[in-house]
């Protein structure tokens, strides 16, 4: 089983469209976890963190189940700045800071 | 809003060559990292290094590899004698501390290519 996967996409939406980004970690002991967004070519950038009792930032809600070692991300209406590859990242065990990415899921906008 | 810097930004080396790849991180940061991603996959980790130590690194971070932190301010990552499969992006990443929920900032990174 991979570390952390994600669905890779694309995910192609009208503007203004909900769209929800599902990520499973292998590792039960991790115990950060985070939305990161990456342009084409570009560096990673925090999107969110994401907190057991699931939060909210504007249009972008995240939510965490340890028992399934589940994280979520829901994107309302959706801008055409959106359009980005959406990572989930997980801290590994060891308290080092070291961050596990998942391959990253596509969302593309369309006007 | 302050922010970590690479250079450069793009660098060309010939195989078997020694390539040191520079970042300044955050300046009240404690915790420096360097990550990879080649062409198409996804982020990888090479190592994290706290009070001038390597506190973790990846099978990927062998012998050619090393990091310093020589003046307090720039944090480098060596690549001895590079290979093809060196070929990608490095990112530099720094954060307070590594305790829970504490994010990572990344550097624009560097495209490294090999020939």
């Known amino acids: 089983r991979k570390e952390v996967e994600q669905d890779p996409g694309p995910f192609n939406v009208p503007e203004g469209a909900t769209v929800a980004f599902n990520c499973t970690y292998s590792?039960?002991?991790?115990?950060?976890f985070f939305w990161y967004r990456q342009d084409c070519r570009k560096e990673p950038k925090l999107l969110m963190s994401?907190?057991?009792s699931g939060n909210e930032d504007g249009r972008f809600t995240a939510q965490l189940n340890r028992a399934s070692q589940y994280i979520s991300l829901l994107i309302r209406d959706s801008k055409l700045s959106d359009s980005a590859t959406y990572l989930c990242v997980v801290s590994s065990s060891s308290n080092t800071g070291k961050l596990i990415f998942g391959q990253g899921t596509t969302l593309q906008v369309k006007p | 809003e302050p922010e970590v810097t690479q250079t450069p930004s793009h660098q060309v080396t010939q195989m078997g060559q020694e390539v040191i790849l520079r970042c300044v991180p955050i300046?009240?940061?404690?915790?420096f990292y360097w990550y990879r991603q080649i062409l198409g996959q996804k982020v990888e980790f090479l190592v994290s290094?706290?009070?001038?130590?390597?506190?973790?690194k990846s099978e990927i971070f062998d012998d050619q590899f090393s990091v310093e932190r020589p003046d307090g301010s720039n944090f480098t990552l060596k690549i001895r004698s590079t290979k093809l499969e060196d070929s990608a992006m490095y990112f530099c990443a720094s954060s307070r501390d590594s305790s829970f929920n504490q994010p990572q900032h990344f550097g624009d990174g560097t495209r490294l290519s090999i020939l």
């Open positions: 590792n039960s002991a991790s115990q950060s």
């Open positions: 300046s009240n940061h404690l915790y």
């Open positions: 290094f706290y009070n001038n130590e390597i506190s973790e």
């Open positions: 994401v907190y057991s």
